[in-house]
Every structure is written in C-alpha cells, then in structure tokens.
Nanobody
C-alpha cells in the first residue's frame, strides 16, 4: 500500500524558515522522482521544486529559487524541503508527490501518488 506523509508545516513569521518532510512507503522509493507542489486558497495547485530519483537533478520555479532547497535520503525513504526567507505569498498547503517516469517535471497530471498535504502559513 502506497503511503506518502508530509509533516513539518506550521505558522512562521516572514523571513523565517521551515523544513518539511515527506516520508514514503509501499513502493520502490529509489525508482521515483519527487516533487513538492503547493496550493494557496482560491488558486490552482502549482509546482515548486522537484528532485530526481537519485538526487542528482533538482529544479525549482523562479518564485522559490535561492530560498527553497529539496533533498532526499533514500536510505530513509524521505524527501525534505528546506524553506528559507519565507514570504506571506508562500502561504499554502504543501503536497509531496511522486512519479516513476523519467524527468523532473512540475506538471500536476504526471504525478502518480500524492500525500495529504501540510499547511504552511507565513504571517506576522
């Protein structure tokens, strides 16, 4: 049974940091690329960052480049998202998703399994 569980969300002040975790089970984790998506109230879900199956390739959108870092520990079947210099516009539910197909893409419809999401709120 595939399980993807996000954790680490919460309330943080602008300029602060958070680290999200995505723990996976029920499939061969090392065969899957992983991405973090986010969805703000009233907006469509959008991709933020992704990492290839072996961790050798990462990609982030312009809105998070230089502030968000994705990494993975394949021994622990876990992906991390380190978020620094957080802004109010980063407020959203953050979702972890995985896909077995080649490439680090940030299109919602190519990801096969999703977590339930974790809320991140950036506010003073």
């Amino acid at each position: 049974q595939v399980q993807i569980v996000e954790s680490g969300g919460g309330l943080v002040q602008p300029g602060g940091s958070l680290r999200l975790s995505c723990a996976a089970s029920g499939f061969t984790f090392t065969d899957y690329n992983v991405a973090w998506f986010r969805q703000a109230p009233g907006k469509e879900r959008e991709g933020a960052v992704c990492i290839s199956s072996n961790g050798g390739i990462t990609y982030g959108t312009d809105s998070v480049k230089g502030r968000f870092t994705i990494s993975r520990d394949n021994a622990k079947n876990t992906v991390y998202l380190q978020m620094n210099s957080l802004k109010p516009e980063d407020t959203a539910v953050y979702y972890c998703a995985v896909k077995s197909t080649f490439g680090c893409f940030l299109r919602v419809n190519v990801y096969q399994y999703w977590g339930q999401g974790t809320q991140v709120t950036v506010s003073s």
